[in-house]
């Protein structure tokens, strides 16, 4: 082994490339990536020597290994979610079940009927697949599924109220975070916004008056990841919907977090179900399929057969339109949700939300002893905690959870320590989320099932 010192004695590319301990990278990731880095790990060995450093020629190698497999390994990857949000929009959402994941393998294997009629033996519709099960599971006449529920919106609102007015409550005029603005989407969907009644309160009056010759429907938002409280009023569905049909006007709802079950048969707090939804009076519903349904990102919108005709016809649906994969997997989600008795134990993201406080604490129990024995210098203990449902739904309630609690009694600068262990947390092979709070790092373990995985993570953490 020989020490490098100044440039000259650096080894050209080809012979680096010809290092026997480079054979397998060679083979596994081609000789064009491979060069490439070599090429990049020798220019910063350059410098380096020049700025006074030294190395060894085994540095050089190991910097090659690491820079390729830097190079290609997936930027998206999995992650540990113990932030005690279940449906965290910047962690991917729901979690699929394994049906759902068998579906998926199986449709992207190979060729599909995706739009292919097998009986006619002609062409056949994309659409059609998970419209049978959305009708029977919701009551309607309809469903088309498009890319996700901001896009079901904008599709729905083009296609019925181009160039036309849709009154909404100004109390309703809601930003979902990130780029999805109410009054923004209208705007681009190329509808005109009328804004009704007042932020705290909004009365049925307030939209009679607002209905004019160019009013093409009336809308209501479910306020998702905001609740208005004291003196307010809200004008209900089955109002408003009285209201459009005297105006003989279609009424749409949208869900955001629609549900298809009622979550206190779950022992959790009411979210308007989409069958309710529609029983109400509302003609088109529209939800999302990666929040309280569980599964892979989709835009539902269900309702009457007129509308939804009519929103197929517009040439948008055609750049909306999910893949074969969102259709295997949410077929296979729908099919779980046709055996209620069955479902908080198959479809994780209501096994999560259901999970027993009793269950979460005895695991908390369990990996107290083995995340001490990596946070040596820090205090880890029990808290109680709330866990929370997150991408809008149930907006206030929270769900009681345990949280391991890992902090320093006495620390001088304890923002700055706190975030070196969480990105200690993070730059393990799979990296765990938490959160900070209270001048400690929480470890919310509801969403926490595969303790065996968890623990072979743990032993690469390394604490600054
Ligand atoms: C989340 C949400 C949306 C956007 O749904 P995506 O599936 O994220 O596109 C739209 N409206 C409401 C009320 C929501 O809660």
Known sequence: MSIIDTPKKLPSVDRLLKDVNIASLLYDNGELLVTQCARNVLESARCQVLAGKFFESNDLIDNLIEDVHRAVRPSLRPVINLTGTLLHTNLGRAALPTSAIHAMIEIAQGASNLEFDVIAGKRGDRHKHPETLLCQLTGAERALVVNNNAAAVLLTLNSLALRKEVPVSRGELIEIGGAFRMPDIMARAGCKLIEVGTTNRTHGKDFETAIGSKTALLMKVHTSNFEIQGFTKSVDETELAKIAHKHDLPFITDLGSGTLVNLEDYGLPHEPTVR????????????????????????????????????????????????????????????????????????????????????????????????????????????????QVGSGAMPIDKLESIALR???????????????????????????????????????????????????????LTLP
């Open 276 to 387: 309710e939804t529609l029983f109400a009076g509302a003609d088109l519903v529209t939800f999302s399929g990666d929040k309280l349904l569980g599964g892979p990102q989709a835009g539902i919108i269900v309702g009457s057969r007129d509308l939804i005709e009519k929103i197929k016809r517009n040439p948008m649906t055609r750049a909306l339109r999910p893949d074969k994969i969102t259709l295997a997997a949410l077929h296979a989600v729908l099919k779980l949700y046709t055996n209620p008795s069955t479902l908080a134990e198959e479809l994780p993201t209501l096994r999560w939300l259901t999970r027993n406080v009793l269950d979460i604490e005895e695991l908390a129990t369990r990996l107290i002893p083995t995340i001490r024995k990596y946070c040596k210098n820090f205090q880890v203990e029990i808290e109680h905690t709330h866990s």
């Open 406 to 460: 890992i902090s320093k009694p006495k620390l001088r600068r304890p923002g700055k320590e706190l975030k070196m262990l969480a990105k200690a947390f993070r730059q393990l092979p799979i990296p765990v989320i938490g959160r900070i709070s209270n001048d400690a790092l929480l470890f919310d373990l509801r969403c926490l099932e595969d303790e065996v995985g968890f623990n072979n993570n743990l032993r690469q």
